[in-house]
């Protein structure tokens, strides 16, 4: 397992953007899949993005498509969420995790950070 701490969190008005960040522990780091995931008030934990470790590929919620970005730098440990265009119900938790399992699979991920609040206003 890996620790990992996000950052990046904040208020921001519905249009806006917002970067969030995750920094991983240890020397293997390409060797994870990363993923993000969010969780609003009162419901489930949902994914939102995930990439390789290789970055070739990438995966998307269809509700943050087009909005938003994933990537990595492996030289620095640490994986990206671009959020463009934000929304009202992008407002949740959001939680950077690791996996060296499948990457498309929420139950596969076994290191998880802390989360980080993004809240959406109006």
């Known amino acids: 397992q890996v620790q990992l701490v996000e950052s990046g969190g904040g208020l921001v008005q519905a249009g806006g953007s917002l970067r969030l960040s995750c920094v991983a522990s240890g020397r293997t780091f390409s060797s994870y899949a990363m993923g993000w995931f969010r969780q609003a008030p009162g419901k489930e934990r949902e994914f939102v993005a995930a990439i390789s470790g290789s970055r070739r590929t990438t995966y998307y919620a269809d509700s943050v498509k087009g909005r938003f970005t994933i990537s990595r730098d492996n030289a620095r440990n640490t994986v990206f969420l671009q959020m463009n265009s934000l929304k009202l119900e992008d407002t949740a938790v959001y939680y950077c995790?690791?996996?060296?399992?499948?990457?498309?699979?929420?139950?596969?991920?076994?290191?998880w950070g802390q989360g980080t609040q993004v809240t959406v206003s109006s």
């Open positions: 995790a690791a996996t060296l399992l499948r990457v498309g699979v929420q139950n596969d991920y076994d290191s």
